[in-house]
Nanobody, 113 residues
């Protein structure tokens, strides 16, 4: 059974930082590309960052230079370091095994101005 558990969200002022974690179980983590997505109220879910099995990152233009995705295969965990946060980053953040149907419960990130 695939399980993805996100954590690390919270309330932060603009310009602040948060580090999100996503712990995976039930999958061969090291061979899978992973991704972080977000969904703001009234908007569609969008990709934020991806990371290949080899650790190669990719970023949405809106977060490039501010967010960093990384992974620890031994811990079966993918991280999202978010710096210089903006109010428009406010959303529920989810991780995903890229191309797969499984999603975690999400973690709320709220950035106040």
């Amino acid at each position: 059974q695939v399980r993805l558990v996100e954590s690390g969200g919270g309330l932060v002022q603009a310009g602040g930082s948060l580090r999100l974690s996503c712990a995976a179980s039930g999958i061969s983590f090291s061979i899978n590309a992973m991704g972080w997505f977000r969904q703001a109220p009234g908007k569609q879910r969008e990709v934020v960052a991806t990371i290949t099995s080899g650790g190669g990152p990719g970023y949405a233009g809106s977060v490039k230079g501010r967010f960093t995705i990384s992974r620890d295969n031994a811990k079966k965990t993918v991280y999202l370091q978010m710096n210089s946060l903006k109010p428009e980053d406010t959303a529920v953040y989810y991780c995903n095994v890229l191309g797969g149907p499984h999603w975690g419960q999400g973690t709320q990130v709220t950035v106040s101005s």
